[in-house]
Nanobody
Framework: QVQLVESGGGLVQAGDSLILSCAAS????????MGWFRQAPGKEREFVAAISWRGGNTYYPDSVKGRFTISRDNAKNTVYLQMNSLKPEDTAVYYC?????????????WGKGTLVTVSS
């Protein structure tokens, strides 16, 4: 497993942009698929974005496609989530996760999350 620490959350207005970062510890970061998830109050955790270990493949649900962009810098052991055109329904705690299998199903490492609040 790797240790993950998210940062960059905060309070923004609808239409604003925000960049989240996830710093990972461990020498095997570059071999992990990485993902972002979110959980809004009273709702289940949902998938937001994923990226392959070299960054060549990215995946998004329709709810954020075209607005959010996931990227990674393996030299810095960091994965990012660029969020544009934010909406109040994007308000949630955002979590970073790592999948050593590359299947995008075995997320075995999680950060503690960073809160994003979007006001209308």
């Amino acid at each position: 497993q790797v240790q993950l620490v998210e940062s960059g959350g905060g309070l923004v207005q609808a239409g604003d942009s925000l960049i989240l970062s996830c710093a990972a510890s461990g020498r095997t970061f570059s071999s992990y698929a990485m993902g972002w998830f979110r959980q809004a109050p009273g709702k289940e955790r949902e998938f937001v974005a994923a990226i392959s270990w070299r960054g060549g493949n990215t995946y998004y649900p329709d709810s954020v496609k075209g607005r959010f962009t996931i990227s990674r810098d393996n030299a810095k052991n960091t994965v990012y989530l660029q969020m544009n055109s934010l909406k109040p329904e994007d308000t949630a705690v955002y979590y970073c996760a790592a999948d050593p299998s590359g299947s995008y199903r075995l997320w075995d490492s999680w950060g503690k999350g960073t809160l994003v609040t979007v006001s209308s």
